[in-house]
């Protein structure tokens, strides 16, 4: 499911403010207080190639856990579960 390279201390969300699954994703990260990196894909145009590398599709949002997992476009059950089970909740 996820790719296992740890270069992200914290969780780290590639999104746009024009997608509607990002701002989901964002919602629930902002109300469970998560300590996250927002990467706005549309203001850093090296972005979008990131979160494609670590990837492999152009979808966004892309997730990525301290602990090196990765989700594109999660639903907000299985990002909370992955959250949970990482120990980030």
């Known amino acids: ?9 914290r969780v780290t969300m590639f999104g746009a403010d ?6 989901r994703s964002k919602a629930l990260l902002d109300s469970l207080g998560v300590d996250y990196e927002y ?11 990131r979160a494609e590398a ?10 990525v856990l301290p ?4 989700f594109v476009e999660p639903s907000d ?3 909370r579960g992955e959250l ?3 120990g980030v909740l």
């Open 1 to 9: 499911m996820g790719n296992e390279t740890n270069e992200f201390d």
């Open 18 to 23: 024009w997608c509607r699954d990002c701002r």
């Open 39 to 49: 990467v706005d894909v549309e203001a850093d145009l090296s972005a979008a190639d």
């Open 54 to 63: 670590i990837s492999g599709r152009k979808n966004i949002p892309v997730v």
């Open 67 to 70: 602990n090196g997992k990765h």
């Open 77 to 79: 059950a299985e990002l």
């Open 84 to 86: 949970e089970a990482a």
